[in-house]
């Protein structure tokens, strides 16, 4: 194959690019072309917005989230509940839960969940960060801090849960986890039925 | 959405990665973050190749391909027809007639077709540069030289073949074009009714 491209420089972008997941040799050829018709300048502020984002990103020092400082905006704003603290695997978790609009907590995000398969143990992630932080929470004033287990329903992300439950144990602290069952709005006839048959054992008091 | 995204160095990437033609404003946030897990090393990899190509990609003097040096490697091979010219569109058609294996002439690139809608004009692309090469080969000693003209069958490709044609005109050239009609294997029944009509009218000799 090595040979079908004409030039060793367009061979090594679209290895590059084909390096991307989900970018097969075919796209990643379409996409280095596409780049190389572009002005010179156009592409150098493409390259250095990736740069700049590897090389200066920070991350806040208390959730762990990506921000330009050492706070992130969501743990610098006052009006916000810092002692409900929801527990997420990812950055794009939070800018899902924020883009509800619904939640006036703050967050810590682990980097990840526990995933023998992946090679990513406990202490990959940020849960001794997490134990510290509760720590300081139960020891200072005000209402029983709360930490929300809001990480995915599959085997990973029960085995995370549980395993920051039980190094919780022993704080003062409420653990919760996400609702499960139907969705808004769902038909029952579409629902999977382990979704269902979970929603009418955890079925919740009518309030019209 | 601006403030969905928890640091301006992120909302750059996803800005940037997001021009690129078919990736929406999800999937760059995905590789966005993706970029972030990787190592340094890794990512600074991947913008040099790009920048490397856009600062360094050269092209071929005489066909106007591709190239790491003033010479292309097919132009620069001496046991190959230079007197037979294939005019394509772009740098992927000649890869992918070169991938056939099966034409042992060489290529001249037209760096696109007549677009008007598009802004582009018979002065964007190389035409001069190829009449002044079969100028040239028809001058020279030899076998009478021949124009393939490789371009789409839309009414753009069929705008530009004839344009090029009518430049050609008053040479001493032979201008052929690429054989249309169904495909080797192709059904009657699934063949769209165009080709399958012009390939009766142009129907040729059985060779058994």
């Not at 762990?64 to 706070?71: A, V």
């Not at 603290?85 to 967050?107: F, H, K, L, N, P």
Request: hydrophobic fraction near 35%.
């Amino acid at each position: 194959m090595k040979e079908q491209y004409p030039s060793e420089l367009l061979q090594n972008a679209v290895d590059a690019i084909s390096s991307l997941p989900g970018v097969g040799n075919r796209s990643a050829l379409r996409l280095a072309l596409h780049l190389l018709a572009q002005p010179k300048d156009h592409v150098h502020h493409f390259t250095n917005a990736i740069n700049r984002l590897v090389d200066e990103v920070r991350y806040c020092n208390e959730c762990m989230m990506i921000s330009d400082s050492d706070h992130c905006s969501i743990c610098s704003d006052r009006t916000r509940d810092h002692r409900t603290v929801c527990v997420v695997a990812t950055v794009r978790d939070v800018m899902s839960i924020e883009a509800t609009g619904q939640y006036r907590g703050v967050y810590h995000v682990l980097g990840g969940i526990i995933s023998p398969i992946n090679g990513i143990g406990p202490s990959d992630l940020t849960i001794r960060q997490l134990v510290e932080r509760m720590k300081a929470l139960s020891a200072g004033e005000g209402a029983k801090p709360e930490v929300i287990l809001a990480l995915s329903g599959d085997v990973e992300g029960e085995t995370t849960s549980f395993y920051i439950y039980r190094q919780l144990a022993g704080l003062d602290v409420q653990v919760s986890t996400l609702a499960r069952g139907l969705g808004f709005g769902d038909d029952l006839e579409y629902a999977d039925s382990l979704t269902l048959g979970r929603s009418i054992i955890n079925r919740q008091t009518f309030k019209p």
